[in-house]
């Protein structure tokens, strides 16, 4: 199982970026896809998921509204848009493949994590 998270850079507040996380080694639809971030010196948190099987999507209440995540199964991968990007966004970005939910500890397969530096 491999995962590959890119897309990350310098943006300045109340822009925008979307990430990229492109899945193999596994059936795409038998994980849910999640994104999770880790700023220096916090845990690391649940930030949107793709459900496995029908697809349902879940957000962290600090993105709701100003994020999306959405998937292209043509290309085994999943995408996060992120808008009005805020300086407390600023983390390390990682997908993840595992049952769901916003919980990192149910996950089981990771990508090496790209950055996103928010300036204000």
């Known amino acids: 199982v491999q995962l590959q998270a890119s897309g990350g850079g310098l943006v300045q507040a109340g822009g925008s970026l979307r990430l990229s996380c492109a899945a193999s080694g596994f059936t795409f639809d038998d994980y849910a896809i999640g994104w999770f971030r880790q700023a220096p010196g916090k845990e690391r948190e649940g930030v949107s998921c793709?459900?496995?099987?029908?697809?349902?999507?879940y957000y962290a209440d600090s993105v709701k509204g100003r994020f999306t995540i959405s998937s292209d199964n043509t290309k085994n991968t999943v995408y996060l848009q992120m808008n009005s990007l805020k300086p407390e966004d600023t983390a390390v970005y990682y997908c993840?493949?595992?049952?769901?939910?916003?919980?990192?500890?149910?996950?089981?397969?990771w990508g090496q994590g790209t950055l996103v530096t928010v300036s204000s």
């Open positions: 793709r459900g496995s099987s029908d697809g349902t999507t």
């Open positions: 993840a493949a595992g049952p769901g939910g916003l919980d990192a500890l149910l996950y089981l397969y």
